[in-house]
């Protein structure tokens, strides 16, 4: 024995578990693999599907239309259970950060681009949803650092629009069927450009408020090195008097 104590020499007393650190990264990885982020896969998947079955045979074979809603109905459930099944189970991954708004907008922007491209719909609207998308995530990354910005009852409203709209566009509908999916788009529309303006609101006075708690962190600590600077200055000062006072007095 050498007397050292274990935790001392570095090691902490007991045998070491097989796999330790290797097994939690493991783990880790393997996590990548869980049933939240296969969804999101299996929607981006789908993505290039949607677009053969709408676009197959002219894209105006209703069969055909029939089985890409089916594609997107799928793609839009799986989009309603992924996010949930992640922050439930905890099984929130970085793949899943990011893949999972790309498949989100993938799907979105392929079934409107596809449906402006056949003529069904108007390609203002598809600029105004697509550019609101884009412009929305982008500025989520522009204040990450600061916040995250929540996603509002009105932009789940919003989704639910978009989605309900455009499905009711990939099927051939005829009739009052036609009409009501024009409306039903049309509010979509007006969710799309509100939630957007709101998230912009959200974005600035967030940044504005993050902003402000790092120059106050920095004034802070800017506070505290003057005053560790100004004890220390004064440090060698008292020492002195001491020892000379001490010297006096044994004189």
């Not at 997107?72 to 439930?88: E, P, Q, V």
């Not at 509010?187 to 006075?205: E, I, K, S, W």
Request: aromatic content about 8%; overall charge positive; proline content about 4%.
């Amino acid at each position: 024995m050498t007397g050292v104590p274990a935790s001392a020499a570095g090691g902490s007393g007991a045998k070491p578990v097989r796999g330790g650190k290797l097994g939690t990264a493991a783990v880790n990885q393997a996590s990548l693999w869980n049933i939240a982020n296969l969804l999101t896969m299996l929607r981006l998947v789908l993505v290039p599907g949607f677009v053969l079955l709408l676009l197959h045979n002219g894209g105006y074979d209703p069969a055909w239309r029939s089985f890409a809603w089916a594609a997107f109905a799928i793609a839009m459930i799986t989009d309603l259970f992924d996010g949930h099944l992640a922050r439930t189970y905890d099984l929130v991954t970085d793949f899943g950060k990011i893949a999972d708004p790309i498949a989100d907008k993938a799907i979105m922007g392929a079934a409107l681009i596809c449906l402006s491209y056949l003529g069904d719909l108007p390609w203002w609207v598809t600029g105004v949803i697509l550019f609101r998308e884009i412009g929305i995530t982008l500025m989520r990354f522009w204040v990450i650092r600061h916040a995250v910005i929540p996603a509002s009852r009105g932009g789940k409203m919003k989704t639910l629009a978009q989605g309900t709209a455009v499905g009711m566009y990939v099927l051939a509908l005829t009739g009052p069927l036609a009409t009501l999916r024009f409306w039903v788009m049309a509010v979509a529309v007006v969710l799309t450009v509100v939630t957007g303006l709101d998230y912009v609101r959200q974005a600035v006075v967030l940044r504005r408020k993050g902003l402000a708690a790092e120059r106050a962190t920095a004034a802070g600590a800017s506070g505290m090195a003057e005053g560790r600077g100004a004890a220390g200055g004064a440090g060698p000062v008292s020492g002195d008097s001491t020892a000379h006072g001490s010297t006096e007095a044994e004189r």
